[in-house]
């Protein structure tokens, strides 16, 4: 009878007895009256937000045909998903084949994209998935060269100017032959919380 919808008894302790229709594979768990189903009881239930470190993956090579409850039915197997959003054509809303996942915790997305980055042919499809930080990601650790400077100035004031925007991991003018600056610095830089 899969599928089907079945009465139910609920009793709540000092209440009178309740009929509730629930799912066949629904489970009452004796602590609460809330009726859960059996995944609800393998999986810790998820915070309001994603973690801080959680990572926004990009998707290639779905299926057009996908919408996004298809999407969460293959990425929920490795974790909660917190948002799925299928790229869409701007006039038509087709699928372009492609969407963005972020899961609640960082490690569910690494596992995910462990089990399905080139790996994973997804039926009717002839490529197999591709999933990767979305470039939003990467945005946090980039490199950045800024020309036009004095020659005048060194790494250390360069890296007093520049500290105001964010932490400066790496800094360096870029010098020629004879060791004179070049006028062009060349700074690491990542994303301040």
Same mark, same amino acid.
């Given at each position: 009878?899969?599928g ?10 000092k209440?009178e ?10 489970v009452?768990?004796?602590?609460d ?12 239930? =998820? ?13 290639g090579?779905?299926p057009r ?7 969460? %039915?293959?990425?929920?197997?490795y ?15 087709? =699928?372009?084949?492609c ?7 960082r ?17 009717g ?14 945005r946090?650790? %980039? ?11 060194n ?7 520049f ?10 003018v ?7 600056? %070049?006028?062009?610095? =060349?700074?690491?830089c990542?994303?301040?919380?």
């Open positions: 009878m899969s089907a919808v079945l009465p139910a008894v609920l009793v709540v302790p209440m007895s309740v009929v509730v229709p629930i799912a066949e594979s629904t009452i768990n004796a602590k009256t809330t009726p859960s189903t059996a995944a609800d009881n393998d999986v810790s239930p =998820s915070p309001s937000e994603p973690d801080t470190d959680a990572i926004k993956m990009f998707v090579q779905i045909q996908w919408n996004e409850t298809d999407c969460r %039915r293959l990425f929920e197997k974790g909660s998903v917190f948002s799925c959003n299928i790229l869409r054509d701007k006039s038509t809303q087709a =699928s372009k084949g969407c963005f996942v972020t899961f609640y915790h490690k569910d997305a690494i596992e995910a994209q462990g089990a399905l980055h080139n790996i994973k042919v997804i039926e499809m002839h490529h197999p998935v591709q999933m990767k930080p979305a470039d939003t990601e990467n946090n650790e %980039r490199k950045l060269f800024i020309g036009q400077l004095s020659k005048k100035h790494e250390e004031n360069l890296r007093e100017i500290a105001k925007f964010g932490h400066i991991e790496d800094c360096s870029l010098r020629d032959q004879d060791g004179k600056s %070049r006028g062009m610095l =060349s700074a690491a990542c994303k301040v919380r």
